[in-house]
Each structure stands twice: as C-alpha cells, then as structure tokens.
C-alpha cells in the first residue's frame, strides 16, 4: 500500500527557511496533486498549498504567499514545501496529502491519503 512520506521538519529560527520534502514510498507521486496542510495545537487545519499533477498548477492560501512555495522536483519525485521568512504564528504538524485524480482539494479528508506528518517549530 503506498504512503506519503514528509520530511525536513525541525527547529527554525524567526525569520528564517525552511524546506519540508512530500514523497510516495513507491516513487509514483508525479501522477498525484498534492496539498500541504498544516495544523497547530488549538488551531484549525488549514491547506496551505497544493500543486495539481495534470500541468503543476500551484495555489497557496493567503496566510504563506509570497512566503512558502510549493515545487515539484520530476526528478527526484518529492514535492517540496519551501518556506521562508518563517513567523511565531507558522509552527505546526506540516503534512502532505496526495489526490489520486490529480487535482487540488480543499480539504484533507477530499484528499485519497495523506502522511504522518512533520514537526516544524520557530523559536529563538
């Protein structure tokens, strides 16, 4: 049964980058749009970006544009999460969730399946 599986997650300062990587254990995630959720403690989950498989159309919500940028490497297929200028309010479980026809969703259980996720805090 194939899974997602994120990486890159840990401690950043403020201010600072960070880039979270999203794969398939089978190396199938190009057919695949994948969507980054992030949930924090108290704190609704929030899709933060999604990139589709049909022409790698990418949308982020208001809340990381201009911040974070969603990228499909073909190569190494990972999708990857690169986030800069890293704020108090960006800590959380970051996870990747993957859509079997290939378009973005709004919400994680539209999603077909989705990682365990990775833990990125900010502190000083």
């Known amino acids: 049964q194939v899974q997602l599986v994120e990486s890159g997650g840990g401690l950043v300062l403020p201010g600072g980058s960070q880039t979270l990587s999203c794969a398939t254990t089978d190396g199938t995630l190009e057919y695949y749009a994948i969507g980054w959720f992030r949930q924090a403690p108290g704190k609704e989950r929030e899709e933060i970006s999604c990139?589709?498989?049909?022409?790698?159309?990418?949308v982020s919500s208001d809340s990381v544009k201009g911040r974070f940028t969603i990228t499909r490497d073909k190569v190494k297929n990972t999708v990857t999460l690169q986030m800069t200028r890293l704020k108090p309010e960006d800590p959380a479980k970051y996870s990747c969730?993957?859509?079997?026809?290939?378009?973005?969703?709004?919400?994680?259980?539209?999603?077909?399946?989705w990682g365990q996720g990775t833990q990125v805090t900010v502190s000083s």
């Open positions: 990139v589709s498989s049909m022409d790698d159309t990418a």
């Open positions: 969730a993957a859509d079997l026809w290939g378009e973005c969703k709004s919400t994680l259980p539209q999603y077909d399946f």
